[in-house]
């Protein structure tokens, strides 16, 4: 099956298709806040640190497995561990993909909403109607759910052309609109009277924040921002060549990642504090505090303020599409390979039952106000259990896969194709596998439920 596997067909599709899958709505509503609250450029310093001590070999293991497979990722787990159980760490993966597909679905359709509401004008009122808007909207029991089928048939649509024509060429696309609709932001909110202030609020270093908890914050929003131990980056590096430098394509992965996280403060906190807002993080800064912001920044231009509203959500849609492609590429190789079925079918099988779960999670959050577990509706847990528990238990468990399961020649081999590269980082990357980021992991993890 391997020879017949189809690649990536150049390398700027590989990379920008990878970064499509990290860059997501996390970047936008979760880096900035934590950059600005927790010490301004000192937090940025030590996001970078676990970016690229932690993160980036965690993702480079990723890719060698992803690689090695030419598989999904529960097949490519098998490979490399030979009857053992760790194939279910695979298995795990697929299933947190899937999972949190359900739940990201349903924001990723909010987005599409308020793409149509910035095009129609229906966001312009005062702070109360603003929040009222949200609040009706997200409790709906109709339009979330339209939206959410939308975005789904758009992944759908992509994922059916398969990697090259539909993963590969949709990214080439869609990444650069993002960017250029970033930039333009960025300069619209940097150029507004009082701008300043939020730029200092970013960047200011502030190293008295500085804490365990902060540094634990940094490193788990390191982890999300990858996309590690979802799935996706190992399916996506299925689709790799053997001449892709793993190592340095995870650098330039990681680097998109950050710069867009960074831009995406620039882009926030200049606006909201040229009308003395204080941002907030979550659905509630981009669904509530923005439009608010940008009514209020762009009072008196109010062409610019629709036009850099919509341009906003456009972005944002991009960046929630290019992730939930990613999504949907993980389980559908998985039932393609593993059940033998067309991926035209496979991606459809995910397209259906991602819209099942969207519906339910959406309706818990109004319409239904379904049932309430342990204080959590439906949506909150899934983001609980894949964020706070599948995510770093499938990121430990890879660690040690590879730090300690595969055979060394195996990760070495990959890491070096083969030994056509010097692979100069090898050591430090196989020592940082082996003890620091799986402890770095388990720190997370019992951090988040008060144990450490
Ligand atoms: N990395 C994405 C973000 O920053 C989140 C995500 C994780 C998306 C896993 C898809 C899969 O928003």
Redesign the pocket.
């Known amino acids: 099956m391997s020879e017949e596997r189809v690649n990536f067909g150049s390398k700027i599709g590989m990379i920008l298709a990878t970064a499509g899958?990290?860059?997501?709505?996390?970047?936008?509503?979760?880096?900035p806040y934590m950059a600005g609250d927790n010490g301004g450029a000192a937090f940025i310093l030590v996001y970078l640190f676990c970016i690229f001590l932690l993160g980036v070999p965690c993702m480079v293991s990723e890719f060698i497995i992803g690689r090695h497979g030419a598989a999904n990722t529960y097949r490519a787990y098998s490979k490399l561990s030979e009857g053992r159980p760790w194939k279910y760490v695979g298995l795990l993966g697929v299933l947190?993909?899937f999972l949190?597909?359900g739940y990201?679905a349903v924001v990723s359709g909010w987005c599409l909403q308020y793409v149509y509401a910035s095009v129609v004008g229906q966001l312009h009122g005062d702070p109360a109607y603003v929040k009222d808007y949200f609040r009706i909207f997200s409790g709906d029991a109709v339009r979330p759910v339209f939206w959410l089928a939308v975005i789904i048939l758009l992944s759908l649509f992509v994922i059916v052309h398969g990697v090259r024509g539909g993963i590969e060429r949709a990214s080439k696309l869609m990444m650069p609109t993002l960017f250029v609709l970033l930039l333009v932001i960025v300069v619209a909110s940097c150029l507004l009277p009082g701008g300043v202030k939020g730029i200092e609020f970013l960047f200011k270093p502030d190293f008295g924040k500085f804490d365990q908890g902060v540094f634990l914050g940094a490193l788990g929003q390191s982890f999300?921002?990858?996309?590690?131990a979802?799935g996706?980056i190992s399916t996506y590096a299925s689709y790799y060549s053997r001449q892709t430098n793993l190592f340095n394509s995870a650098v330039q992965v990681a680097l998109v990642?950050t710069v867009v996280?960074i831009l995406a403060g620039l882009m926030i906190f200049p606006a909201a504090f040229s009308v003395g807002v204080s941002p907030d993080s979550g659905p509630s800064l981009i669904f509530i505090t923005l439009p608010n912001v940008f009514n209020e920044a762009f009072a008196t231009m109010p062409l610019l303020g629709w036009v850099v509203s919509l341009m906003f959500y456009a972005l944002l849609s991009l960046?929630?599409l290019t992730?939930?492609m990613?999504?949907h590429e993980v389980s559908t190789a998985f039932l393609v390979e593993e059940l033998h079925i067309s991926r035209k079918k496979g991606a459809w099988v995910v397209a259906v039952a991602t819209m099942l779960i969207g519906t339910v999670c959406s309706l818990s959050l109004g319409a239904g106000r379904g049932p309430v577990f342990g204080g959590k509706t439906l949506f909150d847990w899934f983001d609980f259990l894949t964020g706070q528990i599948f995510l770093p238990v499938g990121g430990f468990l890879t660690c040690i896969f590879l730090g300690w399961v595969v055979p060394r020649k195996i990760v070495k081999d990959e890491f070096t194709n083969w030994g056509t590269l010097r692979g100069r980082f090898f050591g430090v990357y196989l020592f940082l596998m082996r003890f620091v980021s799986p402890l770095a992991i388990l720190a997370i993890f019992l951090h988040q439920f008060g144990l450490f």
């Open positions: 899958g990290a860059v997501g709505l996390g970047n936008v509503w979760r880096f947190t993909g949190i597909m990201y999300y921002s990858l996309s590690i979802m996706c990642d996280a960046a929630a992730s939930l990613s999504l």
